[in-house]
């Protein structure tokens, strides 16, 4: 059965990658159902919100894979689809497994205080552009920009728990999160071309 909380999702995959050595990427998705898009969503930004040294082009490819995601939730697909070659491809990372358990306290213990609230954030039109929200996020997560993992993977984190819980409130937490970073981002491109042309 597809679990109905983050913790419980991710408690499950962390268990099946314990028992089989890793896990793919599609045995996890089809354990998850309904919840596919949502709970990869949430994985994929999780990462980014730790410090995971040796992983080059972690960001570039969690990135893309967002945005690929972010798109299929944009136009309402219900079951999540990956290329073969990523659905095939087994997780056996030990540097992101013990991401997702360092994770796992701290997500039991925010749902402790989560309810559903402005459930009206959660369905669509607003979900299918939270949809393009991810889309946008997860393409300036796979470009090199220094020090924007943290922000955007929080950010996309905690949209994802947001859809997940049906929280509406944590969702415009995640939203101006995310709208702050795009500010920020916007402020320095606009300041490093002035000093590179004026």
Request: net charge positive.
């Amino acid at each position: 059965m597809a679990p109905h909380k983050v913790s419980d999702a991710l408690a499950q995959i962390i268990d099946a990658s314990h028992k089989r050595g890793g896990i793919t990427v599609q045995r996890c998705i089809s354990s998850l159902g309904d919840q596919s898009i949502l709970v990869t969503l949430l994985l994929l930004s999780l990462v980014n919100s730790f410090p995971l040294p040796g992983i080059p082009g972690l960001s570039t490819i969690t990135g893309i894979l967002i945005m690929f995601l972010g798109f299929q939730l944009m136009i309402g697909t219900k079951k999540i689809w990956l290329p073969q070659r990523v659905s095939c491809y087994r997780v056996r990372s030990g540097k992101l497994l013990s991401a997702m358990e360092a994770a796992l306290p701290r997500l039991r213990k925010l749902e402790c205080n989560l309810k559903r609230r402005l459930p009206q954030l959660c369905n669509p039109p607003v979900r299918n552009v939270l949809g393009m929200v991810f889309m946008i996020l997860g393409f300036l997560l796979a470009l090199p920009i220094p020090f924007a993992n943290f922000p955007l993977g929080l950010s996309m984190t905690i949209l994802a728990i947001g859809l997940m819980v049906r929280d509406g409130l944590v969702i415009l937490i995640g939203l101006l999160l995310a709208l702050g970073f795009l500010g920020l981002a916007v402020t320095l491109v606009n300041g490093s071309w002035d000093m590179l042309f004026a």
